[in-house]
């Protein structure tokens, strides 16, 4: 994505940092507005964050890879923030128009070519009429744009040659004051002779049909808050940057980046609907299971040699653990189910499983410093039992934001963490 100052002067890709496609010195200054960089890397990924909203069940979409946001199969977007207008002549379409009829960029395979800016047509723009012309009348117009381009460049040079027959002084100044000019082709014009240029005809032909031009797009701001009043209505309002802030996290990682950049259309509505869960004003419905079947379940598994099972053999507890399996099979069910809703993440789960093993420790601490050293065996296994009903008859924490937890979930938790091999964090 390029992205251009109020006086018009081009900054450098942010994605061109990214990769080091710059060889900038390690020491030295940089030439750029490092903020303005930043604005428009947001800029690119929150336009690819409103595309990923329209995929489809097989779309992948990419960033950068292909273009700045690619559909594939369907769209190629160009994103471009500008504070100028878009002329006839403007660098920002030309440019646009030749990267894509370049041998290596295979536009056939999209069937739209989009450029998306934030300029507003030129007062006098014939481009601004793009979308009602034909194929036809669009590559008329692209000659006639180029036509007046050369006659202007024929007239820059006749003016030089009338200078150049008159004599300059020592400091190669004219008569007139006037130092010599040089009547190179400008850089737009360049690409204006690339992209009608003949042996590219065929392929300019293919592309105007396709070509959209989407202008007066908002900026950064602007595209955020448009976002919002679209997307994030069931989000509380005080929420909603933090929302924005795990998408952002979500699209920007290190291994989206590292490993190709692509997101699934079943991935991003996952994440989507993991995050309107986590931020959705009001509460959740706890999935809600067939408690018979997971009892039944657990009466028929032989789970003695499970470290739970153990542990709760040891305290002389072998009627709990009947108990403690239907717990944890309990558990392991609701979690799956949640996770397959997408209302919430293996992070969340993961969170709710340390809260609930450092308040396990906490309590345990306590009881264990009131222990009498004389106490037997039986009366330490006494205690312990006791410890344990009263640590699994105490009321759920709330999990995120549901309406209840049930106790089968917060006690199943206590089991998952007794279960895992030995480590400092097992209960």
């Known amino acids: 994505m390029d992205l251009f100052d109020q006086d018009g002067e081009r900054i450098r890709s942010p994605w061109s940092i990214v990769f080091s496609r710059l060889e900038v010195a390690v020491n030295a200054k940089l030439d750029f507005d490092a903020t303005k960089l930043s604005e428009a890397l947001k800029y690119q990924i929150h336009v690819a964050i409103n595309y990923c909203h329209t995929l489809e069940k097989h779309d992948v979409l990419w960033i950068e890879v292909f273009g700045d946001v690619t559909v594939e199969g369907r769209d190629q977007v160009e994103v471009k923030d500008y504070s100028d207008s878009l002329t006839d002549g403007h660098?920002?379409?030309?440019?646009?128009?030749?990267?894509?009829?370049?041998?290596?960029f295979y536009h056939q395979q999209y069937a739209n070519l989009v450029l998306l800016t934030t300029?507003?047509?030129?007062?006098?723009?014939?481009?601004?009429?793009?979308?009602?012309?034909?194929?036809?009348?669009?590559?008329?117009?692209?000659?006639t744009i180029h036509e007046a381009a050369e006659a202007r460049f024929e007239k820059a040079k006749q003016s030089k040659d009338d200078d150049d027959k008159r004599e300059p002084n020592d400091e190669g100044v004219v008569d007139g004051g006037h130092e010599r000019k040089s009547a190179a082709p400008s850089k737009v014009l360049k690409l204006q002779r690339k992209v009608l240029a003949i042996d590219t005809r065929e392929s300019l032909l293919e592309a105007l049909p396709k070509i959209k031009i989407v202008t007066e797009q908002p900026d950064l701001l602007g595209l955020i808050s448009a976002y919002k009043t679209h997307y994030l209505k069931g989000i509380q309002p005080h929420r909603m940057d933090s929302f924005l802030d795990d998408l952002f996290g979500f699209m920007t990682s290190a291994l989206k980046i590292t490993g190709g950049w692509r997101f699934t259309a079943a991935?991003?509505?996952?994440?989507?609907?993991?995050?309107?869960?986590?931020?959705?004003?009001?509460?959740?419905?706890?999935?809600?299971?067939?408690?018979?079947?997971?009892?039944?379940?657990?009466a028929e598994m032989n789970v003695h040699d499970r470290l739970f099972a153990m542990k709760l053999?040891?305290?002389?507890?072998?009627?709990?653990?009947?108990?403690?399996?239907?717990?944890?099979?309990?558990?392991?069910?609701?979690?799956?189910?949640?996770?397959?809703?997408?209302?919430?993440?293996?992070?969340?789960?993961?969170?709710?499983?340390?809260?609930?093993?450092?308040?396990?420790?906490?309590?345990?601490?306590?009881?264990?410093?009131?222990?009498?050293?004389?106490?037997?065996?039986?009366?330490?296994?006494?205690?312990?039992?006791?410890?344990?009903?009263?640590?699994?008859g105490e009321s759920a924490d709330r999990f995120s934001t549901y309406d209840f937890t049930p106790i089968e979930f917060r006690n199943g938790i206590y089991h998952m963490l007794a279960d895992e091999e030995p480590r400092e964090r097992l209960i």
């Open 267 to 298: 991935e991003f509505d996952k994440k989507f609907a993991e995050l309107t869960a986590r931020y959705l004003i009001g509460t959740l419905k706890f999935p809600r299971l067939n408690s018979d079947d997971v009892e039944m379940e657990a």
């Open 119 to 143: 300029q507003e047509f030129g007062e006098r723009a014939s481009l601004k009429d793009w979308e009602r012309l034909d194929p036809g009348e669009r590559l008329a117009a692209l000659e």
């Open 91 to 104: 660098e920002n379409f030309w440019n646009t128009l030749n990267n894509w009829l370049k041998p290596d």
């Open 313 to 392: 053999d040891e305290i002389g507890g072998e009627e709990f653990i009947l108990q403690a399996t239907a717990d944890l099979l309990h558990a392991q069910q609701y979690i799956a189910e949640l996770v397959k809703d997408c209302t919430t993440s293996q992070t969340d789960i993961e969170d709710y499983k340390r809260n609930q093993l450092r308040m396990h420790r906490s309590s345990r601490s306590s009881v264990m410093g009131k222990c009498d050293s004389t106490l037997t065996h039986a009366q330490l296994q006494t205690a312990s039992r006791a410890f344990y009903d009263e640590r699994c």
